[in-house]
């Protein structure tokens, strides 16, 4: 582990929820213990992806700006197709966040809920992700019913989903199946993908259950662009690590 930070490696967690999400374990966590989780186990770059709502972004960053941790905005959307996350450049304002939502179709009483649903399509999202110079990363691709391959969507819509080119990555809960998404060698499923894991935090203690190792020499979201670009050489799960 050691040698992959002398290579610019960064260990990272990119789905993290807060109390802000409804079914957080632990409503009354304050920002600063979920801070401070991701620092203890060695933790570099969070990204926090409440469902459907960004009003746990500020109070985040502000405990992580105090604590050296870099955190991502984001939102974990829940739509008919399955769950996406939007992750967006570090200093991106909650306004315009909120604007993004509105976009989707999210009713501001559901934010918070991931059983709401926007009204528009999966597709639909991830390219008002990309217009907004967003990455988007299809959440835990196998868990039913949430996961896109898991959804009641036919199969060929699926499959579009999956070969969407605004895609940036999929996020699997299958870690030995890594290699078969890099290399399109899914039946049906031919696009080559970056894969991440993250841990679907909903309590401190859960934070950096399932890590992954990013190489980014700059740590924002170009950088993270550039790694999913290049994800043969620039990802790395800790069970990979010899």
Known sequence: MDK?????????DLHIHT???????????????????????GIDIIGITDHNTVEGIDVIRLAADQNG????????????????????????????LRDFLNDCGLPQQGWGDAMITAQSS????????HERGGVSIAA??????SGFLESNQPRRV???????????????????????????QVRDYPAKHACIQGSDAHAPEEIGRRPVY????????????????????SIVFPEEIA
């Open 140 to 145: 835990h691709i196998e868990r039913w019913p």
């Open 214 to 233: 990013i190489k980014m020499e700059e740590i924002n979201l170009s950088g993270l662009r550039s790694a999913f670009l290049d994800y043969g050489t």
């Open 4 to 12: 992959l930070r002398d290579q610019a490696f960064r260990k990272v």
């Open 158 to 184: 699926k499959i579009r989903i999956h070969g969407n080119s605004r895609l940036g990555a999929l996020e699997i809960t299958v870690p030995r199946n890594k290699a078969l998404w890099n290399n399109g």
């Open 69 to 96: 941790l870099v955190v991502f905005p984001g939102v974990e959307l829940s739509t008919t197709g399955g769950h996406v996350i939007a992750l967006f450049e570090n200093d991106a304002p909650v306004a315009d």
């Open 122 to 129: 999966l597709e639909d999202v991830i390219e008002k992700i």
């Open 19 to 41: 109390p802000r999400s409804f079914c957080y374990r632990e409503p009354h966590t304050p920002p600063v213990q979920i801070v401070e989780a991701a620092l203890s186990c």
